[in-house]
């Protein structure tokens, strides 16, 4: 048998997952996990967290529990990808050590979505040097699992770049070739990345414009009635812009109905069709998406004795397997010393 390319992704544990999580990347990795062609490793990036969130630890382990309901809810299944914890696998660490030589500061702060990230949380002087650093435990997060597939929203592709270069210098310096160069695997053009609610840009916590994959069904319709469509489209019979209109940014995401939704937009350019029907079909719509997550997600949440066991399982097995990299590695470099 050969052996199944692997794939290595996961999220920061800050809070609940909402739909922008969804498209971006939840999808495409349940997707990938159901070809039964990978090996998918999915994990729960709490040591990243804490890079900005070192006083508040509480949180991050509240979340963590949040988003493993989230991965399992959405369909991730952990008797097809291992789902662990990245504080539990101490290799992880000593890789990020060893790696940490081969990259220059000046290189860490030309990363432009740890950048943004950097004037976005307001640090100003006093970023963490494990904030700054993180690209690269994230390169050791990736080189571990030797993971050659790595599906992510389109922000990540600067880790991407990072961990590349990594893997080339690393393997150049120790003349080997065990660590392997990864590729991200990226939503279709367009469909990766949804406006909030208010149509700002980014759906986002702090933002406040999220619809959470665990809102109830009332919520969430409150929220689709509340959304931002076209400023001057004040009365039914007024011509309304389908552009910018992030009713319709989200109908084009979700419905599969594309014929309808064309329908919609035409109606809606010519005048004649008002704001309430288009919310009234996307609010059916998120519907018929997010009740089965949300009804999976309530019967895991009455058994976090058997979420925790899934989690520490996973972290078992993933521990093992970087174990194995971390071993190549310091036999590599010639820091065995004992062996
Ligand atoms: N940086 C990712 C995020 O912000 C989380 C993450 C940590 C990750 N390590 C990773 C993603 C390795 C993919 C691969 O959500």
Redesign the pocket.
Known sequence: MTKKPII?????PTGKLHIGHFVGSLRNRVELQNTGDYEPFI?I?DM?ALTDNARDPEKIRNSLFQVALDYLAVGIDPTKSTIFV?SQIPALNELTMIYMNLVSVARLERNPTVKHEIQQKSFKESVPAGFLTYPVS?AA??TAFKATV?P?GDD?EP?LEQTREIVRSFNSAYHTDILVEPKGYFPPKGEGRIPGLDGNAKMSKSLNNCIYLSDDAETIKKKVMSMYTDPNHIHVEDPGQVEGNTVFTYLDIFADDKAKVQELKDQYTRGGLGDVKIKLYLNEVLQNILTPIRERREKFEQDPAKVYQILKEGSKKANQVAEKTLQEVRDAMGINYFN
């Open positions: 290595l992704t996961g999220d920061r994990m990036a990243q990245q994230q997060d990736i790595v992510v990540q880790m």
